[in-house]
């Protein structure tokens, strides 16, 4: 088993670097913002895979990539290669999530450009600290590939460049079906961002996920005065 406090641990695990069920090597998430990866990404990828790992991963379900089977002494030298190549690592700790979007911008059913929303969302909200994880996922259609309402935040794009807009979504051993608020142009994805953020930062409690803190907050003033300010955003 590695030799490693609790607290070594719990960095490690913020910075990407995930202790396995062996307990003596970790798997490290790279991130691919919306999964947008250009070959020369997947070449460095694969390079790190073989030098610091067992040489193969996996796509995860917020499509990043994963590497595994990689020894505790490979991490710095590994931060310090990623770092030249340009690459992204993390995602795993407290605060927003990378965001996902489907392939709604090439796909024939897209009504949004699912990818330029998904990547305004990643460059403004990616790793902003907030008292427990928080997910944003942008759909482009009413097929919901990237499950809108099983997200803290979700868009599903809309005729005319619409967004319908759901909040409070989570799935896991206690599932919530997001509530669906409002519609807005897709222009207005950042603003509802920041006000559901804002929120939660001066709302929620450490390890609580914003649907349960929606769900605490309903009967309050400041839950009402939450949901007009999202609603002051719904197109006409």
């Known amino acids: 088993m590695v030799n490693l ?16 069920k062996d307990k003596e090597q970790f798997a490290l998430r ?3 913002p919306v999964g947008i990866a250009t ?19 996996a796509v995860t379900v917020r499509l990043n990539f994963e590497i595994v089977g990689i020894p505790y002494e490979n991490i710095a030298p590994m931060k310090e290669e990623m770092k030249k ?3 992204l690592y993390g995602g795993t700790a407290k605060g927003v999530r990378p965001v996902v979007s489907c392939k709604g ?11 330029a929303i998904g990547k305004e969302l990643h460059e403004k909200f990616y790793e902003m600290r907030l008292p427990h994880k928080f997910k944003i996922n942008v759909t482009g259609c009413p097929n919901n590939c990237a499950k809108a309402q099983l997200n803290d935040l979700g868009f599903m794009g809309a005729p005319k460049g619409t967004l319908r807009v759901f909040i409070g979504g989570r799935f896991g051993r206690q599932a919530i ?3 669906e608020i409002c519609k807005i142009d897709s ?5 509802a961002a920041t006000i559901c953020t804002d929120f939660f930062k001066a709302h929620g409690k ?12 309903k009967d309050t003033k400041e839950y009402a005065d939450f949901i007009a300010s999202l609603k002051a955003l719904a197109v006409v």
């Open 105 to 115: 911008t090439v796909c024939k059913f897209g009504l949004i450009d699912t990818q």
């Open 85 to 87: 190549m340009g690459l």
């Open 187 to 191: 222009s207005k994805a950042c603003e």
């Open 30 to 32: 790279i991130v691919f």
């Open 5 to 20: 406090t609790t607290e070594e641990l719990a960095q490690l695990k913020s910075e990407g670097f995930l202790l396995m």
């Open 206 to 217: 450490a390890k609580q996920r914003f649907g349960n803190m929606l769900e605490e907050m």
């Open 177 to 179: 079906m997001g509530e």
């Open 39 to 57: 070959a020369e990404d997947l070449k460095n990828v694969a390079i790190l895979a073989e030098k610091y790992g067992k040489g193969f991963g």
